[in-house]
């Protein structure tokens, strides 16, 4: 991973990005939240965003996920800039999960169930592929035997 801000590079330890953040800045008003941001990511990376409430971690995903139009610079996956003015976001969106703090599971569904939804329901995965995976995501983050628990 590759994380510069500005002028300063934190860390640095990967060859061909998955995720690429190039010099993004995003303003809000004359709030500027990233300025000049970059941020490699490959793949099988896990990765935190830690900073204080208002530094800009949520901006940074809602970018990556192109639910926020950056101001300047570019986002590229594999490569391939994503966030060229124009060009339609649900591609994109189609490939990144994210899941937020306030991450909203919803209350009728287990966690499996709710796992499973997008994957049916966006991208057109078997029911079968859909719990495989969900089993196999649970599985790495720990969270096995949380399959079949309600919210």
Same mark, same amino acid.
């Given at each position: 991973?590759?994380?510069?801000?500005? /002028?300063? &590079?934190?860390?640095?330890?990967?060859?061909? @990005?998955? $995720?690429?953040?190039?010099?993004?800045?995003?303003?809000?008003?004359?709030?500027? &939240?990233? +300025?000049?941001? /970059?941020? =490699? &990511? /490959?793949?099988?990376?896990?990765?935190?965003? #830690? *900073?204080?409430? *208002?530094?800009?971690?949520?901006?940074?995903?809602?970018? #990556?996920?192109? !639910?926020?139009? $950056?101001?300047?610079?570019?986002? !590229? !996956?594999?490569?391939?800039?994503?966030?060229?003015?124009?060009? =339609?976001?649900?591609?994109? +969106?189609?490939? $990144?999960? #994210?899941?937020?703090?306030?991450?909203?599971?919803? @209350?009728?569904?287990?966690?499996?169930?709710? #796992?499973?939804?997008?994957?049916?329901?966006?991208?057109?995965?078997?029911?079968?592929?859909?719990?495989?995976?969900?089993?196999?995501?649970?599985?790495?983050?720990?969270?096995?035997?949380?399959?079949?628990?309600? @919210?």
């Amino acid at each position: 991973m590759t994380v510069n801000v500005g /002028s300063g &590079v934190v860390a640095s330890t990967s060859s061909t @990005p998955k $995720i690429s953040l190039r010099g993004v800045t995003k303003a809000f008003g004359d709030n500027v &939240v990233l +300025r000049d941001f /970059s941020l =490699d &990511v /490959s793949a099988g990376e896990v990765v935190s965003l #830690i *900073g204080a409430s *208002g530094s800009g971690k949520t901006t940074v995903l809602r970018c #990556i996920n192109l !639910l926020e139009q $950056i101001d300047d610079g570019a986002v !590229l !996956l594999d490569g391939d800039e994503v966030s060229a003015v124009g060009r =339609d976001p649900n591609p994109v +969106r189609r490939r $990144i999960g #994210i899941v937020f703090q306030s991450f909203n599971l919803f @209350p009728h569904m287990s966690v499996a169930r709710n #796992i499973t939804l997008s994957l049916t329901e966006v991208l057109g995965q078997s029911g079968d592929a859909a719990r495989q995976r969900a089993s196999e995501l649970l599985a790495r983050f720990g969270l096995a035997e949380k399959a079949d628990v309600y @919210p």
